[in-house]
C-alpha cells in the first residue's frame, strides 16, 4: 500500500474539486497512482449522475461578465437541485471558473463551451464530475454572448438573474451603463425598441386587445382603433428604450441615453431569471 501524503491529497483536490476526504479515498484505492485516482473520481460523479438524472435542476446562479476590453461579455446558468447547492461559495467558485473560460475563449455556442478543456478534462465532463461531489443533479444549461463597443454585464444580488448590456459607443459614465443594465434587470423588456418586437408578438398583443375591448361591450367598429391604443400602451412598457427610467419617470431610457450622449443607445441585451 502507497503512503498517502497530505500534498498528495491536496493536489488531487485542487484538479477535482471533490472533498479531502474523497480525495484521500481515491488516492488509496488506487494505491497512490494519480491519474487513476482521478478516474475513480469522475466514474463516481458519472454513477451519482446517472442515478440522479430524472431529478429536477431548477437551482442554481446565473452569471454575467465582460472580457478585458468591455466590447464582449458571457452569461451562463449552472443548474443544481437545492437552493442550499447553489449558495455553497466552492459551487459559485467552479461556475465562475466555467464563465471565465467563456469570456476567454468566446465559443460559438453551449455545446462549443462544453468541450473547451477545465483541469485536465472537458467542462461538460467537469460538470458530471462535480456531480459526484456535490451528490446532486447539476446542469450547465445555458450559454449567451454579446459583442459590442461596450458591454455592461449586471449580477441582481443573490445570482438568480442577469443582464447583459451592449452599447453603441465606449467611455462614457459607467453608471450610465449600469443603470441600463439594471432597468433590463428589473423591467424585463421584450425588445430594444418597437421596431424590434417580433410580429407574432404584435398580432397576439392587438388580438388580446380586441378580445378585451370586446368583453367589455365595446362596437365592433372601434375594436381595431382600441388595441391599436393598448399596442402602444405594450410598446411604452415593454420596449426598452420606451421604457420610463425607473430613477426618473419623467425621461424614457432613450432619453436617458441621448443625455449622456447624442449618438448612445442599446445595440442588444440578454436576460435571464431562476426562480424570481
Same mark, same amino acid.
Given at each position: ?120 478534462? &472537458? ?70 425598441? &418597437? ?82
Amino acid at each position: 500500500m502507497a503512503t498517502i501524503s497530505s500534498a498528495d491529497v491536496a493536489k488531487l483536490r485542487r484538479v477535482t474539486l471533490a472533498g479531502m476526504m474523497d480525495c484521500k479515498k481515491a488516492l488509496e484505492e488506487a494505491d497512490g497512482n494519480f491519474d487513476k485516482a482521478i478516474e475513480i473520481i469522475r466514474k463516481k460523479g458519472q454513477a451519482v449522475a446517472n442515478k440522479r438524472a430524472d431529478r429536477e435542476a431548477t437551482e442554481g446562479v446565473v452569471l454575467a461578465k465582460v472580457n478585458a476590453n468591455g466590447k464582449s461579455g458571457a452569461m451562463i446558468v449552472l443548474n443544481s437541485e437545492s437552493d442550499f447547492v447553489a449558495k455553497n461559495a466552492e459551487f459559485i467558485g467552479f461556475a465562475n471558473k466555467i464563465l471565465d473560460i467563456a469570456v476567454t475563449k468566446n465559443p460559438a455556442d453551449l455545446d462549443a463551451l462544453k468541450s473547451l478543456p477545465l483541469d485536465g478534462t &472537458k467542462i461538460g465532463d467537469k460538470v458530471v464530475e462535480y456531480i459526484g461531489i456535490i451528490g446532486e443533479k447539476l446542469e450547465l444549461s445555458y450559454y449567451d454572448k454579446i459583442e459590442a463597443p461596450h458591454v455592461h454585464a449586471y449580477i441582481h444580488p443573490g445570482n438568480k438573474l442577469s443582464t447583459l448590456v451592449g452599447f453603441s459607443k465606449a467611455g462614457l459614465d459607467m453608471q450610465v451603463y449600469k443603470d441600463v443594465a439594471m432597468q433590463v434587470a428589473a423591467m424585463n423588456p421584450v425588445a430594444i425598441d &418597437k421596431n424590434d418586437v417580433p410580429q407574432a408578438v404584435i398580432a397576439q398583443e392587438l388580438e388580446i386587445g380586441k378580445e378585451q375591448a370586446r368583453r367589455d361591450g365595446k362596437p365592433e367598429a372601434m375594436l381595431e382603433k382600441i388595441a391599436q391604443g393598448k399596442l402602444s400602451k405594450f410598446y411604452k412598457e415593454s420596449t426598452l428604450l420606451n421604457q420610463e427610467f425607473i430613477k426618473d419617470s419623467k425621461v424614457t431610457i432613450g432619453q436617458y441615453l441621448k443625455s449622456a450622449d447624442k449618438d448612445l443607445t442599446v445595440t442588444s441585451f440578454k436576460r435571464y431569471t431562476l426562480n424570481l
